[in-house]
């Protein structure tokens, strides 16, 4: 017997040597490439750039999400993740090539010199910026910067004849991931907390929303991780453990050169602390929305409602390069307590990979649960009620919902993806900004959305505005078009007022009326049977 673990282990050794030896063959070939062009090439040779191609290509052959960040890249991939950026504090959008601003962030350095919504920013410092083919990109870099530093701006405002000059110190301004928290329903102590990401700062604000409802009467809850496409691990794991037990795991990591790293609450949480727990998610629910939305489902502690997940369960470590470009490069795959793995095949190429949407709809997947074919051994039994779950791709939720094409029309659709129709709301805000906030803001007290929400009503009248100014902008009237979407149209240019008013929050009150997900969601929570139904264990 120890001869034969002598043989394996020199057979094991040769086999390491074997490749090792041919690894560095392959960085001999690559560099040897490198040089020959450097040196003998007919013409100048940009070898930053052939690098950089060499290295997209080489990671693109791996899988879908290994990827290369530019040098400066990097700082605005990170910027949305860490839950902060320094520049000035505005939301702004570019209205007949000028910069206006739609809202200061409170406590921000513009609105602690006097800057207000609906003053258009014409020069920066001594640059006019007004008028020159003006691009997003283009106002982050000259107001962005160093916290300390100054930019001076100066502004056209409504009822002032000249230039009003601000001179605005730089600081951090708070990038928020939790866009809405209210409740649905205060008598039967049911709350609605939506998160767009999962950042640094996700699960602080979680639990001030939290909080914040609980004053209201919070028993039940409704978590939306419908089109959050993810963020940081921790902070998912750390919002699953809101949910559940100490004890309990909520996700684990595992690949081929990664031992499995196992995630178990530490400080979880009684189930006392929350009741009924429901969780939206869409096909544009990935990553750390899937390993939550994972756990809560193999645990039994939450219904899961609307369509399949996105199906992204790879881990990607940044490894910085010496330029300070950045390598993403997966080194594990994600699993749900019950072992399924979330990742989705990306067998047949990136390119089939991306079109994932495309197939869904085309299959028929996003009409009809019964177009889903996942993988029939992909099969796995939740961890307290024993019901049937299934791996292969995405997570599934409990209850599916359509989506819904009800009041899609190419008009409509042409609209929107315009902008048209945002800079309609734009227009309207800004001609009537004075009154509405007069009319609807009078105390500056939450009690103000109410007023609105109640009073304001886009009229026939006020989408013959919406028509006509899309006329002007060279869209043709389609009167068939126009009647399937006008309700639709009703409810989000409301929406878009009262996001402009007010915060996202308010706008979130108003649109998840008409969201099918939403409605389906508020059932399920509100019927006792319902919710418990959904729960128990598979026959």
Known sequence: ??????????????????????????????????????????????????????????????????????????????????????????????????????????????????????????????????????????????????????????????????????????????????????????????????????????????????????????????????DNGGGYLNTGFDLASQFLQSGKMVVFTQGTKMPRQNYYTESGHSEKDFGKVVVMVNENSASASEIVSGALQDWDRAVLVGRRTFGKGLVQNQFPLPDGSMMRLTVARYYTPTGRCIQRSYKDGVDEYNKEFDKRYNDGELYSADSIHLPTGEKYFTKVNNRVVYGGGGIMPDVFVSIDTTYTSKYYVKMVRHGIFNRFVLNYIDNNRAELEKKYKPTKTDKDFKLFDEKFTVTDEFLKQLTDFAEKEKLPFDEKDFERSKEHMRVNLKAAIARDLYDSGEYYQIINRIDPIFKEAVKVIKDDKLYNAELQPSK
Not at 111 to 139: C, F, K, P
């Open 1 to 226: 017997m120890r001869k034969i673990l002598i043989a394996i282990a020199a057979i094991v050794l040769t086999m390491s040597a074997q490749a090792q030896r041919g690894n560095r063959e392959q960085n001999f070939k690559m560099n040897r490439v490198l040089d020959l062009i450097d040196n003998l090439y007919v013409d100048t040779a940009n070898m930053q750039k052939l690098v950089e191609t060499g290295i997209v290509a080489m990671l693109k052959e791996l899988d879908p999400h290994s990827v290369y960040i530019t040098q400066d890249d990097v700082k605005a991939m990170n910027e949305p993740l860490e839950g902060n950026f320094e520049g000035i504090g505005i939301q702004f959008s570019i209205l007949n090539d000028t910069l206006m601003i739609v809202a200061v962030i409170p406590g921000g350095p513009s609105e602690r010199v006097g800057l207000m919504a609906g003053d258009r920013i014409i020069y920066v410092d001594t640059a006019n910026i007004a008028g020159v083919g003006l691009t997003n990109q283009m106002v982050q870099k000259k107001l962005r910067g160093k916290k300390g530093t100054v930019v001076g701006v100066r502004v056209l405002r409504h009822g002032s004849k000249d230039l009003i000059d601000f001179k605005i110190t730089r600081d951090k301004i708070p990038i928020y991931s939790v866009d809405a928290a209210y409740m649905i329903d205060a008598k039967a102590g049911i709350g609605y907390i939506k998160i767009n990401k999962f950042a640094a700062t996700t699960t602080s604000e979680f639990n001030t929303a939290v909080g914040k409802l609980r004053k209201q009467g919070l028993k039940h809850l409704i978590v939306d991780l419908t």
